[in-house]
């Protein structure tokens, strides 16, 4: 059987898989819609969260990204994963206590203000709309290349697929749909991973091949006979400051993303709350630490597969000529030779290679067998699809309740709410297949911004709101609006080539920060501004106080408190 | 209206409560700064110099150690975080 056969049957096994589980989970309150009925038990949430949490982004790009940038690669796997650090520690228990269906509900009530509901509404709906772009791209590149069919065709039977499962399951749909989605998605990383690392390695382990073998030695050496930078030194692509500042926003934006802090909504209380954190930590980790080997190994591959090769020997083997109809890979023989010379950016580089699809193509560059090849389309798309899925009941979320219902229609019904945020749930799913299947030029520089805009606005403004007692609505809008457009404008000076089509940048850097690691100094100046406002305006209301107050104190837990009074007797 | 209202602020058990929860996160955010914007970038020059296995200390923390002590980080919390819910509502009775 070909590969696009198996691939297919093993999409339809597991779109039945999912489409059962909405089925089985669907529900038709407001409560379960957007939060599951806080029922769903902690590893099932720890595995949703991170399905959630795992993008497109994670499993397609991540490995080939990382493979690209060497050390510097860091900037992601510690940016995505401290900042759940800072997303455990810091905001979801005190998120939980306060008890509100969202991220926008939270910042509203917290800063007695329509107008914070409203920014903090708009920045949820824009950030999300960004990063479900991202996904219906990895959907259509999945189906372009292992299906052969269209990335349009590819793209709609996507859309109709998320769109079913979220309309029909709502939140509590999601969670179940997500949590057998992270199976999936972990199972068809580990096999490749594995498989690749005992035939270079003779390790079954890949988490531990990276370090407990010379890979990297041996792949350093070539790069280094090739012209390229050593794969192990560090800042051989980005300046010290930049990995620390781009690190630093990655951690601070993923930690402000709405979807993700949604989540923590879903279980029981607070307590569950922290053991979800753990989880899915754990379950994320899995993935994260396998990366970076992946990444390794698959360029090790690569550049033994094709350097220094005839080119029209390469041009003849299988995956080449596949992906290079896909456009991802292209080879210009510049100095005419009839031989690749591959130097990654340097002067003479003849061959230009998309990173998505370094971990797409690892299992046929490694001649493994066609029903890996499968496996890993298929955990592609599960990837994709369980986070675009989070993402529309977010958005739908922030439409239906924290504009419509807290704004606009405080006597809104149930049936009411549920409607507005189904229709807004299929526009957005519209918008999110347009850009899929029109991507723009920028689509890496917008992800940039997502982040970027996550860290300098949502961000410090939950933080204060937990932790800062003082805080209070005029501080709180002054901090969210200095670093939206601080960041907003330094985004577009330094990208300006890519997004207005100047000629050349009108501003290089901001003092050596590049784009994606801006939105530090606009998180920066968001603390400063609200801090200094705040302590020249009028205090918050006291309920506000009470209400901060309140989520300080310890959970009234029935439990804990009847063992203590037993073990009293 | 009436009076103004008053906050009714923490008693005593709860703002020790309080305090030890702000300490064990400030505790845990110092190490997490520390391992990862320490050891993986900050002092990645001097740490690149010191083998780890068959790849430097630096490149190690900087792709997966650090990654495995964020694990450790969330686990300590919410093991913690428990031991305190317990110890506080012991308190109660005394």
Known sequence: MSVEAITIIMVLITFGLYTGIGWWSRVKDTSSFYVAGQNVPTVANGAAIAADWMSAASFISMAGLVAFLGYDGTIYLMGWTGGYVLLALLLAPYLRKFGKFTVPDFIGDRFYSNSARTVAAIATIFISLTYISGQMRGVGIVFSRYLQVDIIIGVLIGMAIVGFFALLGGMKGITWTQATQYFVIIIAFLIPAIAISLQLTGNPVPQLALTGSDIVDRLTSIQVDLGMTEYMAPFTDLSMLNVFMITLALMAGTAGLPHVIVRFYTVKNVRAARWSAVWAIIFIALLYLTAPAVGAFAKYNLINTIADQPLEEVQNIEWVKKWETTGLLQFNDLNGDGIVNFSEGEAGNEVVIDGDIIVLSTPEVANLAPFIIALVATGGLAAALSTASGLLITMSSAVSHDIYYRIFNKEASERQRLRVGRITLLVALFIAAYVGINPPGFAGEVVALAFGLGAASLFPVILLGIFDKRMNKEGAIAGILTGLIFTLLMIGLILSESIFGTDGAILNSFFGINAQGVGVIGMALNFIVSFVVSRNTPEPPVEIQQLIENVRAPEIDSELEAAATTEDK | ?94
């Open chain 2, 1 to 94: 209206m009436g009076e103004p209202e008053k906050v009714q602020s923490l008693d005593d058990k709860q703002n020790w409560y309080w305090k030890k929860n702000i300490k064990l996160i400030t505790g845990l955010l110092i190490i997490w700064f520390l391992v990862g914007l320490g050891g993986g970038v900050l002092f990645a020059a001097p740490l690149n110099e010191v083998p780890f296995f068959g790849v430097t200390l630096s490149f190690w923390i900087a792709q997966q150690g650090a990654i495995l002590v964020f694990i450790l980080l969330i686990l300590s919390y919410a093991i913690r975080m428990d031991k305190l819910d317990r110890e506080y509502f012991e308190k109660k009775e005394q």
